[in-house]
C-alpha cells in the first residue's frame, strides 16, 4: 500500500495562533483513495526544518505533500527547501512568470520585484499552475517518490490539489482503497463500549475500528482496507451492520449526525413538537434543537426560566414547590417540563434545572447536580445527574443527556 | 532558549476526521512562557511510530509534550511507547489504581479489568494526576529532557497541563520572555483595523502585532520579546494603551473576555437586568449571556418564540402585524423586544427575528435577512442586516452582534 505524508510550514501554525485545517483535509481526500497519511509534520519557516521534514517523511512515506511557504517574502523558503533535498539549483520557470505578471496587470497592481522568486522552480522540477494566487506548486520526483508543494491558503491549496496532485497520486497508488463510516453513540462509557465489542476491537482486524469520546459523546470508526471500493465499501456496510446491532439504543447515528439532528428528524418524521424550559443550560437545549435547518417543523417554543419568578410566572411552576424543595430539585423539574408542554401545546417537553456551577453547590446539592424531566401527555420522565466537571462541560452534558432521554424514551 | 516539541497522537488524527486543537493549544502556553515550539508531529496509534516521533523531538527539544493514547484500550499505546523509550518496564502504580476504582465506585459503574492498564507507569516516571477522568498522565525525564504524556480529551489534558506540567516547565525554561496580550473587537472589517492602526503593523517592530478574525470577532495580538519577563509585560501594556485608544467603541475585551462576557460584567456592574426574545437564533443569546458564572445577577427571562402563535401569545405581538408586514420585520423584531421587557420586568431585551436559511429566503427577504432590536424604558434601537453566509454563521453573527449594539449604545 502507498503511503502518505504531510508537511505544514509556517511559523504561524507554531505558534499555535493558526489552527491548521490543510492537513486533515489532505489527510480525508488521501485516505477516500486508499492512500493512508502515516505522519504528518509542522515546521517554521526555516529552510533546515523544512529540508529534515522532507527526509524524515520521504524515510516511510511514498507521496509527500508540504503546504505553505511558497509565497514572495523572505520567510517563505520552500522553494529553496526542495532545491536543496533534491539537490537541484533554481531556475526561473518563463511560462509561470509571464502568468504572474499577467496575473497583476490585470487587477491593474504593479508587480513587485519580490514576486518575481515566486516563478522559480528546482530544475528537475515542474510548476502546477494556481490559477487563484501568485504562488505557482511544485512537482517533483524523488527515488520514485512524489514531492508536491502547495500554497497555504486553503482555497488556493485544495483546488490545485484536486487538480493537479490527486489524479497523479491516484494512478501511481497502485490502487488501495480505504472507506471509512463513523458510528455514533451516547448514554454509556468508552469502556463499556470497548467490552460489548470484544474481539471487534483487535488491532490488527480489517475493517479497523477507532474509538473516540468528547462530551459524553462516543465516536466509532469503521475503517475498511481493500483492493477495490466496492469491497472496502462492502466490508464496512457489513462492519457497520454487526456493530449497529450490538451497540442497540447506545448508537443514535452515523458520520455527521448529531444527537440534535436526529431527535429533529425523528420529531418531523413523527409530525411530532417539542418545547423547552431550561434552567442551568440556558438556552443551549433550544440552541442545539434549532441548530438544523427546518427547525420551525418541530421547534414549538422554549423559555429560559433561569429566576425562580420566571418559573412561576412563566411556566406556573408552585411558587410553595420551589419554596420547599428548592429550585433545583425533581418536583421542580417534572413541573417545569408539564407547564412548557401545556403552554406550548407541544407534544413533548424538555425542562432542565441544575447548578452549573462554579458556585452556588452545596452539600446535599453539590455543583454538577441537574435534574432532567421529560413530559408527554402520557408519560414523564425525571432523572437526576450529577456531572462533575466545569461549568461548560455541565451544561453541554447535561443538553446532551435531555436530548438523549427524549431519543431514546419518547421518540421510539 | 528552552524549546519544545509537542507529538499528538491517533489514528482519527492521521485520518483527519479529527482536528488536532490540542497542538495549537500546548504551542500558545508554552510560547507565553517564552518557550517556542519548533515541530510538532502527528503519528498514528503505533508504537514504534510514538516510538520514533519522541526520539525526533528528543534530538530538538528540551520539552516533549504528547497528547493521547492513554484511553483504556488495545489501541492505547503511550504507556508502552514512553517505557520502551525510556528502557523501563511498566509498573502498576497503587495511588492512581485506587483513584480510578473509587472513579468507577463514585459514579456507581463497575470498573473493568481494562481500566487497571491506566494506572501502569514507566518505573522511573511519575503519574500525573487526572481529577476529570481515568487516565492519569505519565511525567518523565530523559537525558535532562522533561516529558509529559497527558490524555488527548481536550479538558482533561488542558486541566492536566495548567496544574501539574506548566509550572515544572517555567522553573526549567530560563532565558527569553514573550508576552502576549490580545485586544479583541467588534463592529468593523479587518482592513479598516489595519488602517486604523497603519505603521504599528510593521513585520519588523517588537511588539509585533498579527490580526486573526473569526465570527466578526477581530482579535489583535500583540506579542513583545525581551530579556526578561517584567520589560516584555510593560513592553505589552504599553502597546496596548496605544492600541486601546486607536480602537475606541471597537475594542470590547482583552485576552480570554467575550462580548457575552463582557456584556453580562456590565449588567452585573450597573445592576441591570436583560430578556431574551429569540426567533432564529433560537436560544442562542440567551445561551452566550448564560455561559459566564453568575448569570443569574442579570439574566431575567428568555423566550424562544420560533412560531407566529408563540410571539402573540408569549410575547404580545399583535398577530395583524405579524399578517401585515411578516414575522422577519423590524415592526415585529421592536414588538418582541418591547413584550419581553415588559413581561419579564427587565431593564433591556434583547430581540431577534430573521431567517438563518438555507430555505425560506425570498426576493424581498433574502437568507441572511436579520432584524435585531434592543429596548430599553427610555429608547429603542431596530437595525436591518443581511449576514450572507451559512445557517451556523448568521446564527452566530446575528447573536453577537445584538450583544455588541446592547454593549456599545446601552451599557455605555
New interface residues.
Partial sequence: MKKASIISIGN??????????N???????L?KCGI?????????DSEE?IVR?LR?SAEEADFIIVTGGLGPTDDDLTRQAFADFLGDELVCDGEQLGKIEDYFKSRGYKMLENNKIQAMIPKSAEAIDNDRGTAPGILANYQGKILAALPGVPSEMKKMFKVSVLPLLKTSSGGQYIV?K?LKCFGT????I??MLGGL???NRNP?I?????FGVI?L?I?ATAEDENTAREMVEAESKVLTEKLGDYLFGYDDETLAGVVGKKLTDQKKTVA?A?SC???????L???P????EY?????????NE?KTE?LGVDAELIEKNGAVSEEVAAEMAKGAMER?SADFAIAITGI????GGSENKPVGLVYISIASPHKQITKRFVF??????V?LRTAKTALNILRTQFLI
Wanted: hydrophobic residues 35%; neutral net charge.
Fill in positions: 504561524e501554525l507554531l505558534s499555535g495562533q493558526t489552527i491548521d485545517t492537513a486533515p483535509y489532505l489527510k480525508r481526500k485516505l493512508p497519511t502515516v505522519s504528518s509534520f509542522t515546521v517554521g526544518a521534514a524524515l471509512t463513523r462509557g468508552e469502556s463499556n470497548a467490552e476491537m483487535d488491532r479497523l477507532n474509538i473516540t469520546v468528547e465516536t470508526y475503517i423547552t431550561e443550560t440556558g438556552g443551549l437545549v433550544a440552541k434543537l434549532t441548530d435547518a427546518g427547525a420551525s421547534f414549538k417554543q422554549g423559555w429560559v426560566t433561569y429566576s420566571s412563566q406550548a452549573a456551577g462554579p458556585g462533575l466537571h466545569e461549568r461548560g462541560f451544561r
